[in-house]
Nanobody, 122 residues
Framework: VQLAESGGGSVQAGGSLRLSCVVS????????MGWFRQASGKPREGVAN???????TYGESVNGRFTIYQDKDKNTLFLQMNSLKPEDTAMYFC?????????????????WGEGTLVTISS
């Protein structure tokens, strides 16, 4: 299983970015897919996940600004990020998680990519 993220970059606050994650060796919608982020000096944070039924869950800090969705034909997971803030600056990782519905779902993952860096300037 391989996950390859792309789409990170540097934008000003208020801007938008769309992250992509191409998954190989695994079928989307087979389980729980999602994104987590890691900022320097801060604990891992769950950003968003999507389960087999297409139900989504968002971290409190991104709810209403980010949208997770998938293209099953292309086996690709996306994260549309709008109204970006400096505190969104982090390395973003795509991952396959064991369960979407648990409180600390982002701490229980089977596979993850190398990440893509997002930097938001004020």
């Amino acid at each position: 299983v391989q996950l390859a993220e792309s789409g990170g970059g540097s934008v000003q606050a208020g801007g938008s970015l769309r992250l992509s994650c191409v998954v190989s060796g695994y079928t989307l919608s087979s389980y729980c897919m999602g994104w987590f982020r890691q900022a320097s000096g801060k604990p891992r944070e769950g950003v968003a996940n999507i389960d087999m039924a297409g139900s989504t869950t968002y971290g409190e800090s991104v709810n209403g600004r980010f949208t997770i969705y998938q293209d099953k034909d292309k086996n690709t997971l996306f994260l549309q990020m709008n109204s970006l803030k400096p505190e969104d600056t982090a390395m973003y990782f795509c991952a396959i998680f064991n369960a979407c519905g648990r409180p600390l779902w982002f701490d229980d993952m089977d596979y993850w990519g190398e990440g893509t860096l997002v930097t938001i300037s004020s």
